[in-house]
């Protein structure tokens, strides 16, 4: 099984009055369209502000270390898991990713949209563009042990659960996400091409796009279409950014092939693949390179909040401004909509409300990755989301002949379901194990309520699901008798 980097395509809240916003005098701006589409740099005025930095991971085929949009200040570690120097890129994917995301402002070239970012670069792809899980995952768990606060993935493997055979789960991916996650991390992944999937259009989000926690990111036309390349889907599609015509940067040895033209370092001097670059990889870097400006304008946020900030504060996506085939509010094309990093900034700022951290996250499943209750916990506030994070299980310790109660008040207008799991339970989803299931509470409505007598002591899982559309807070109570 091996994971593929998304290959460029060649295809010709009520915001607060502001000053001027803030215009880069470097001079290929102009073919960076995208800028102000995502309201890249609308929130600042006349100068950018002094941030702390903020590390973002780029997990690709390396990076240029010679381009001078890339000053070694700005590369905080580089790592390559295949062999032979991580600041050298053969294919050029992941210095065009990092070019939007942390291209020096300096009055030369283009610039990136995190100007506080600090790269930490972990090369897993070469010439040929193929990804071994194991290499990504090596990546991911190097790159978070060296401090990222942000990881981007644009790559992927096809998700099919209509029909197995294709599908390209990787369990060795999936922990070295979840162990991202558990460390603090903001994942971003491209939701993939439909060029490498069995049919196009293609209506599952790639892995690990397709993992919770996970922010899935899709493309958008300069008329605000969704093309036909960018994968669909209900759940795991959660933002779109402008994916086709982007103008970033290359390796100067993909550039050199061209030496006549003036644009040294940059796509409209690469090959033709990069010269009017498309592709979910390119609308990915953007949604990072927000994630890391609001870490760097609020650093206490938390993993989730952030997630929850660029999705909510997204312009939806619909027929009234460029997309036909998109419903009014979220919709499988275009996820939560259009990513706007000016209201995105605005809903940081001192005074805005935050959604509340989920601080037992992730715990998504049963086993290692279920949160323990212990004894003196009576009750549990914490977030679910249809989306993001549609399960959260618990483990709890009881003895035969205890009486357990349990009572959900789930977020408003939900159907919430509450479910009390034998001990020997793996996986909660396991629909082969239905026997393992010791009690159940799904009635329609937020408020569910389960009474239950122990028969034998062990382990047992408290499942919180959300199996219908919705978000919010919930509180669990817990009794023991």
Not at 156 to 171: I, Q
Request: contains cysteine; proline residues 8%; charged residues 20%.
């Amino acid at each position: 099984m091996r994971r593929a980097l998304f290959a460029a395509l060649t295809v010709a809240f009520v915001l607060p009055a502001t000053a001027a916003a803030y215009t880069p005098s470097d001079p290929l701006v102009k073919y960076q369209w995208y800028l102000a589409q995502d309201h890249a740099f609308d929130w600042f005025g006349d100068a950018l502000p002094a941030l702390s930095p903020v590390r973002v991971a780029i997990v690709d085929s390396g990076l240029d270390g010679t381009n001078p949009e890339f000053p070694k200040a700005r590369i905080a570690a580089a790592k390559s898991f295949i062999g032979g120097n991580p600041l050298t890129d053969e294919q050029g994917h992941g210095t065009f990713v990092a070019g939007e995301i942390a291209a020096a402002i300096d009055g030369k070239g283009i610039v990136g949209i995190a100007f506080p970012a600090q790269l930490i670069i972990g090369k897993i792809a070469g010439s040929d563009e193929t990804v071994s899980p194991d290499a990504e995952a090596a990546a991911i768990r190097w790159a978070v042990d060296h401090g990222a606060q942000v990881i981007n993935l644009s790559l992927g493997g096809t998700r099919d659960p209509l029909h197995l055979a294709n599908d390209e789960y990787s369990s060795v991916e999936a922990a070295a996400v979840e162990y991202a996650v558990r460390h603090g991390v903001v994942v971003v992944a491209a939701v993939g091409n439909s060029d490498a999937t069995p049919t196009s259009p293609w209506n599952w989000a790639d892995y690990p796009a397709a993992l919770p926690h996970v922010i899935g990111v899709s493309a958008l036309t300069q008329s605000g279409n969704v093309p036909t390349f960018s994968n669909r889907d209900q759940i795991y599609n959660d933002l779109s950014a402008p994916g086709q015509n982007i103008f970033s940067t290359l390796p100067l040895t993909l550039t050199a092939q061209h030496p006549t033209c003036p644009d040294q370092g940059y796509s409209d001097c690469g090959p033709e693949g990069f010269r009017q670059a498309s592709g979910t990889s390119f609308s990915a870097p953007q949604v990072t390179a927000a994630a890391a400006l609001l870490l760097a304008l609020k650093p206490t946020l938390k993993a989730d909040q952030v997630s929850n900030v660029l999705e909510r504060s997204a312009d939806d996506v619909n027929a009234t401004n460029g997309c036909r085939t998109c419903a009014t509010g979220r919709d499988p094309f275009s996820g939560w909509g259009r990513l706007d990093i000016q209201r995105a900034v605005a809903n940081v700022e001192p005074g805005a409300p935050l959604p509340p951290p989920d601080r037992l996250e992730p715990n998504d499943d049963a086993g290692p990755q279920a949160a323990t209750l212990r004894n003196s916990v009576k009750s549990v506030v914490a977030t679910i989301d249809y989306w993001d994070d549609e399960i959260d299980i618990y483990r709890i310790h009881l003895t035969a002949r205890q009486r357990l109660r349990l009572h959900l008040q789930g977020p408003p207008s939900t159907n919430t379901n509450l479910l009390l799991w034998k001990p020997g339970t793996v996986h909660v989803n396991d629909l082969r194990k239905q026997r393992l299931r010791a009690a159940q509470s799904i009635k329609h409505g937020p408020t569910q309520q389960i009474a239950y007598r122990v028969p034998k002591s062990g382990w047992y899982y408290v499942e919180v699901k959300l199996p219908t559309p919705g978000f919010g807070r919930y509180t669990l109570s817990i009794g023991r008798a």
